[in-house]
């Protein structure tokens, strides 16, 4: 069962600007990883399931932030379906965030009032996102919209709130591309948790790189 409402996640993801994701199966590199982020001031991870048995490095990952990260709001990405959504809301997820727009996976999380992120690339599917109660919809690929996207659709629905994932990078220029435009929050997988942190296990350089972003985050919105 989730810890935090849907309001609560929507909240901390305003707040703070950024979630950060991540997949690995590897349980143990994966709590320091969760362990630097928070440590860099990150309250939300997105945890990518993505991989086989994925669910059972989840279950692990949670509890671990549970006991060990006060605060810390585990949720899961790359979900599919209503079923996969079920599984890990049963395994204490907060949020469940999706590729694409599945209405299926909307009632699943609607019931248990868990924060979901749908991923949209039209005002047609943002529309119906928000006619089933989505709070922040999810921009994906990012790239492949840009922050022009985001600021023509906040001109006739300034109430849109908006996570681009893809295409955002730890850059000034990039981020004050996006914020610039109105998103409420930023999505960033491998442009802030790289391949190459993860190889030389630079966990260290991990939590000053979160800090650096969120405080950089801070600074455009200010």
């Not at 990883?33 to 949670?62: H, M, P, Q, S, W």
């Amino acid at each position: 069962m989730a810890k935090y409402s849907r309001i609560e996640v929507a909240q901390v993801m305003e707040e703070t600007g950024m979630v950060p994701l991540f997949y690995h199966p590897d349980i143990e590199l994966g709590k320091k990883v969760l362990k630097a982020c928070y440590d860099g001031g990150a309250r939300l991870i997105e945890f990518t399931a993505r991989g086989d048995f994925a669910f059972e490095v989840f279950l692990e990952l949670n509890k671990f932030a549970l006991k060990e990260l006060p605060g810390m709001i585990m949720g899961v990405g790359s979900i599919t379906d209503a079923g996969a959504a079920s599984m890990f809301m049963q395994m204490g997820a907060n949020f469940i965030v999706t590729p694409t727009l599945r209405e299926d996976i909307a009632i699943a999380c609607n019931r248990r009032k868990v924060l979901w992120s749908p991923g949209c690339g039209t005002l047609t599917e943002i529309n119906r996102a928000e006619e089933l109660g989505c709070e922040i919809i999810k921009l994906f690929p990012g790239s492949t919209y840009g922050p022009g996207f985001v600021k023509a659709i906040k001109g006739p629905q300034p109430w849109t709130s908006i996570m681009p994932t893809g295409g955002v990078s730890t850059e000034e220029e990039n981020l004050k591309g996006w914020f610039g435009a109105g998103v409420t929050c930023v999505g960033m997988g491998s442009q802030l948790i790289s391949k190459e942190i993860l190889a030389n296990k630079d966990y260290a350089g991990l939590e000053a790189k979160v800090k650096d972003t969120l405080a950089l985050i801070k600074r455009i919105r200010s």
